[in-house]
């Protein structure tokens, strides 16, 4: 829509610039090549009309290709019409997206079944529509065995690549997959081209393939960035099979036999890749542990403090809380902290701020209880002043000192309270 209106203002802005004279010689000349195309379009036709032909008489019916697209649009249905929004993670996930740390820790069918899904209508129809274009050509070319295993083996070998560079980010769609089929649509056409037949490409088809391919391309590269990195994976898993079993394509299909070997060493190598990647560590729900246990521990010496100003606890109860339940189980999340494993590289930074904040925590809470028994060392009863005024006299000694204690510690307490805001930060 955005291409129509932006042509729409360019020829406003042409009709406006020219002449009448132009704009007739203009019409003309645009005629002119109207009809070159169309005359091209008709020499060509036969030659594409006999290629299909052969294709035809070569395999008979394909059945693959209409299958893998009607498997993505029936998923993508699924989804529209379920509960949970497309872009929602969550949702993604619970239809079998590719994510690090659910995919490598034993739910490693997800390499699979991301190929099938989708976050977006449009990412959907140009992947259903390439896949289709270069599909139908493909499995009648080398056979619907062979454009499964590279379509499915493309794909995974895809996510394990982005397991491996993005292992936070949930991955889906058939884009790796579909590279992997051009890639194989390159080495075939060279097959071709080296040894010419009657199922050699023309070039004509190539042209119309090289279009599509050309978009497929610029649209993945502005959607996905840097992480086209998982696609061209999928692309050289395709031309690496093209290259292994495509080689006397000229003459006939490639065997089941070989098509098997491929398929198998396609998948000890995937699985090769995979075996480093097991176990990867989401670290948020540990930081979100460490977030309640401060709202906690918080919380229940706010408590105590309360029940020490009503006289109904002393100074020593106040320290011996600090060293029997909070510095525990702050050196407890701690532990667990230090325990995580192959945690990715864009949360180490984060597990390292929170071990430091846990760290100023607990140096903190020690020197709170080690004020709080300095100034609750000696009960005074003197001077001939009745228990209730000694008691009073010492207990407001005690609270001045707890709140001298407090100013002291209010330097490292901010940036105690600036990390804990950082990991509050990552909740969802």
């Known amino acids: 829509m955005a291409f129509m209106v932006l042509l729409l203002i360019i020829l406003g802005v042409v009709y406006r610039a020219t002449t009448p004279e132009e704009r007739a010689r203009l019409f003309q000349t ?18 594409r009309e006999k290629f299909r032909e052969v294709l035809r008489a070569r395999t008979p019916r394909a059945l693959v290709t209409p299958a893998l697209a009607a498997l993505n649009v029936v998923v993508f249905a699924f989804m529209l019409f379920g509960a949970g929004t497309l872009s929602s993670t969550q949702t993604l996930v619970d239809w079998g997206a590719n994510l690090g740390p659910r995919t490598t820790n034993g739910e490693w ?17 140009i992947n259903v529509a ?23 083996a493309a794909g995974v070998f895809a996510s394990l690549v982005s397991v491996s560079t ?23 056409s060279i097959w071709g081209m080296l040894c010419r037949s009657s199922v050699t490409i023309p070039l004509t088809v190539l042209k119309r393939l090289g279009l599509a391919a050309a978009g497929f391309i610029l649209y993945n590269v502005a959607n996905d960035g840097v992480r086209t990195t998982a696609e061209v994976a999928g692309g050289v898993a395709g031309l690496i099979f093209g290259v292994v079993v495509a080689r006397d394509l000229s003459r006939h299909k490639p065997p089941v036999r070989r098509v098997a070997v491929a398929m198998s060493a396609a998948v000890v190598i995937a699985v090769a890749a995979a075996v480093p990647l097991g176990g990867i560590t989401d670290a948020r ?16 010496y706010e408590i105590a403090v309360k029940r020490f100003r009503n006289g109904r606890i002393t100074a020593e109860a106040l320290a011996q809380l600090i060293d029997r339940m909070i510095i525990p189980e702050l050196q407890a999340a701690d532990a667990r902290l230090k325990t995580l494993d192959k945690v990715p590289q ?4 984060l597990v390292a701020g929170a071990e430091e904040y846990l760290r100023l925590r607990s140096d903190s809470w020690r020197f709170r209880a080690e004020g709080l028994r300095k100034a609750g060392i000696l009960k005074p009863r003197e001077d001939g002043r009745t228990e209730r005024e000694s008691d009073a006299s010492w207990r407001r000694r005690v609270e001045a000192q707890h709140r001298a204690n407090s100013v002291t510690l209010g330097k490292a307490e901010g940036a105690e ?12």
Request: glycine content about 8%.
């Open 417 to 428: 309270r600036a990390s804990l805001e950082a990991l509050q930060g990552i909740r969802p």
């Open 109 to 125: 069918w997800r390499l699979g079944t991301a190929i099938f899904v989708h976050s977006r209508m449009l990412h959907l129809l």
């Open 30 to 47: 645009v005629l002119v090549a109207i009809r070159q195309v169309k005359d091209a379009a008709s020499r060509s036709r036969p030659e």
């Open 346 to 349: 864009e949360q180490q930074r």
């Open 130 to 152: 390439c896949l289709v274009q270069i599909g139908l050509i493909l499995e009648r070319l080398v056979g619907p065995l062979f454009l499964a295993t590279v379509y499915v």
């Open 285 to 300: 729900p540990e930081i979100e542990r460490v977030v309640a246990v401060e709202d906690r521990t918080a919380s229940a």
């Open 166 to 188: 993005y292992p936070m980010a949930a991955s889906v769609g058939a884009s790796g997959a579909i590279f992997g089929l051009y890639g194989l649509l390159l080495v075939s």
